[in-house]
């Protein structure tokens, strides 16, 4: 309505005769495509006669008619959101005694948002990892069992399979949440060009395609992405098309530029144990009490009465305080997860320091504790629930580590010890020797 109200008509009902040709020839010089990328990926499976569902078409379905016959035992195959959507809604369904996620890599790697994954287990979905569904017949799931390999170029684990072990789940209906793609034959048959490994071409300054004038942004031109990645193309087009008609667009300020998130983060912080009165008369008295909790949190330092959550500055992150939490001074009281805003357990779940083997080992949260200080500095560590060690020098550089990776995880736990290590070692105990 916002956008009617502005002057724009909506021709609705289009899709299926869509043609840039024909657009142009009816006087629209210049042609914004948003798509969008609503073909499911084709889930490669020796189906036999069982039911495989697409999952967007499924939860459309759910929410329409609000059920759906999918028997007693569902897969969902998939890690990303709509898998956590898809899983959700089948335990909803009438009939449904059991939910399994399966995924090919582990739950590390997979891209759904914790809070999704989280809900959908506490729910009751059952997860299952480095499992890659093959076939499907007789209300027989039968899985490649996968194991992790090197890292890609971007730090994810590659998967590859392990000879001769399947693993077999009795499934009753398979949903397919692998991902969506962009109608490619459609943009095809209107003349846009796609390189040699298959992406679109387009001007990466302006969004434009390989025909003239016409523009492309949001899913179908990058994927899976979000609605402010997807206004941003559409507000680069537009700028674009003014410029070429001579009209100089009226842009809004770049916001960034002027805002200094290390200046607010101080002055935030200064805000902090500052009791400023209730004044209805001062607004600007008001709004200087908001302590921002969406830019700077630390609610779980703040609410713990034993002070065992610390927030420390560690560079490389984009939140540039991390919460380090305490294992000796924790009375697992659950404060902090009754208080943060993510429905997260910090005490649980925040990289954790331990003063002694003891207490490493009787945790399963991720952390270290400092062995022995002769010389170099030992910390026994656990990641991703893998024990190891790794060996530091007085400046932090690392001398010798049971980890081969090199993942975003581990690097970001890396930075994490060496930060604690090199500028707040009062946190580790003093008498490893
Ligand atoms: S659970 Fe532990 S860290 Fe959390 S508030 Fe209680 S004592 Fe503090
Ligand atoms: S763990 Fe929760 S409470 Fe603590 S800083 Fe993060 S979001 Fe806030």
């Known amino acids: 309505e916002f956008v009617r109200r502005h002057g724009v008509r909506f021709q609705l009902g289009v899709a299926e005769h869509f043609s840039i040709a024909a657009l142009k020839q009816q006087g629209f010089k210049y042609i914004f495509l948003g798509i969008g990328a609503g073909r499911a990926r ?37 890690g990303g959101n709509s898998a956590m959507d898809a899983a959700r809604a089948a335990l909803r369904c009438e009939g449904v005694e059991s939910v399994h996620i399966v995924y090919r890599r582990t739950r590390t790697y997979m891209p759904a948002d914790k809070e999704e994954f989280d809900a959908a287990i506490s729910e009751g979905v059952r997860f299952h990892e480095l499992l890659l569904p093959v076939a499907f017949s007789g209300g027989r799931l039968t899985c490649q069992r996968m194991a992790l390999g090197e890292p890609d170029s971007d730090g994810r684990r590659k998967v590859h399979p392990v000879e001769g072990a399947f693993q077999t789940l009795t499934i009753d209906t398979v949903i397919s949440a692998i991902g969506e793609q962009v109608e490619r034959e459609v943009l095809e048959k209107n003349g846009l060009r796609f390189d040699h490994q298959g992406r679109l071409v387009v001007d990466p300054a302006t969004g434009e395609t390989s025909v003239e004038n016409v523009f ?9 992405s979000t609605v402010v990645e997807s206004i941003a193309d559409g507000k680069r087009a537009a700028e674009v098309i003014m410029r070429r008609e001579q009209i100089e667009p009226d842009v809004l300020p770049d916001f960034r530029q002027k805002f200094d998130s290390q200046q607010r983060l101080i002055e935030l912080r200064g805000r902090k144990g500052n009791i400023v009165p209730f004044n209805a008369q001062d607004h600007h008295q008001e709004a200087a009490r908001c302590l921002a909790c969406n830019f700077v949190c630390d609610k779980c330092v703040e609410v713990c009465p034993n002070r065992a959550n610390v927030a420390i500055a560690v560079p490389g992150f984009h939140d540039s305080y991390q919460i380090i939490h305490m294992d000796a001074l924790c009375n697992e009281c659950g404060n902090c997860e009754t208080f943060c805003p993510y429905s997260g357990a910090p005490y649980k779940e925040k990289i954790t320091v331990f003063w002694t083997e003891a207490d490493f080992l009787d945790s399963t949260n991720d952390g270290f504790y400092l062995m022995s200080r002769n010389g170099s500095f030992d910390f026994r560590t656990r990641l991703n629930g893998t024990i190891g060690t790794i060996q530091l020098d007085k400046d932090g550089k690392v001398l010798k580590s049971t980890y081969k990776e090199n993942s975003p995880e581990f690097n970001a736990f890396l930075q994490i010890l060496k930060t604690v290590h090199g500028q707040h070692s009062y946190l580790l105990p003093e008498s490893s020797s």
């Open 216 to 224: 492309i942004g949001g899913d179908a031109l990058r994927g899976p």
């Open 42 to 78: 084709h889930l490669k499976l020796d189906q036999g006669e069982d039911r495989v569902l697409d999952a967007l078409n499924f939860l459309q379905n759910f929410r329409q008619n609000g059920d759906y016959k999918l028997g007693k035992n569902v897969a969902v195959i998939g």
